[in-house]
């Protein structure tokens, strides 16, 4: 596993800059946070070896896209964007690993600040709709942006795709807190209610499809005003919307 001394060294040599670094958690990237000794932040992140090349410029032509659409709007959600390396290029190789840099968006997660407890009630509803504003707008804006990779359909991704949700129905037993159980329950039954149903003409295009409390952004004073930024783009897929 990269070291932070390798992501130092690697910041140098591919970006040519030095700084503090951090180790900070991931998914499937090793991940450090950079404070240059200008004191901008940003991500640097060594790229999992079982993510292709399409699929890091998938991600990369949807935040160019995105900071285009919101450009100028004062109200766009923070997002983060690809920092190019010495030679312009938004991935390099480093020690036979791919490396990139995103910039720092600031905000700490949603579920870092939401003080109310999620049971299913109506200050949850309301956190809900908010959340769900904020990610409809998100999506909108990708409504007219296309890639080659972005049908994405290996097992991996169904769980990410809101037009096969039904498969959390044979998983609720996981849910162990009773007022989440519930929360979840009415949620599943709300969508083979009202969405499946109209699944089959409903428009399709690329979305996040991956907004949680810890990829979603929020002022810590205002949080219930409802999210102001999303990180992760790892999961997006092309699909209902």
């Known amino acids: 596993m990269p070291s932070i001394q390798a992501a130092r060294i690697a910041l140098l ?7 503090e670094i951090d180790a900070l958690p991931g998914d499937v990237d090793v991940n450090f946070r950079v404070t240059t000794d200008s ?4 991500i640097l992140k060594f790229v999992a070896p079982e993510t292709g090349d399409a699929e890091l410029d998938f991600q990369r032509a949807a935040l160019e896209h995105l900071t285009r659409r919101f450009s100028g709007s004062g109200s766009g959600p923070l997002i983060p964007s690809p920092l ?13 690993q791919r490396v990139r840099r995103l910039s720092w968006v600031d905000g700490p997660p949603l579920a870092d ?10 200050a949850t509803d309301r956190l809900m709709r908010s959340v769900g504003r904020f990610m409809g707008r998100l999506d909108a804006a990708l409504a007219d942006f296309r890639h080659p990779a972005e049908r994405r359909d290996g097992s991996d991704m169904l769980k990410w795709d809101p037009s096969r949700v039904g498969w959390v129905s044979d998983r609720l ?3 162990v807190d009773p007022g989440r159980r519930r929360m979840v329950e009415r949620a599943l039954g709300n969508w083979v209610e009202r969405v499946e149903p109209g699944l089959g003409a409903a428009p399709r295009a690329v979305i996040h499809a ?3 409390g810890h990829n979603l952004l929020a002022d810590p004073v205002n949080w219930e005003a409802g999210p102001i930024g999303v990180i992760d783009f790892g999961d997006m897929l092309h699909t209902v919307r």
């Open 113 to 122: 600040v939401v003080t109310l407890p999620l049971v299913a009630g109506p």
């Open 84 to 96: 190019p390396t010495l030679e312009g290029r938004d991935l390099a190789t480093f020690e036979g």
């Open 13 to 19: 040599e591919v970006w040519g800059e030095t700084g």
């Open 173 to 175: 037993d996981a849910v």
């Open 39 to 42: 004191g901008a932040r940003s």
């Open 210 to 212: 991956d907004g949680h």
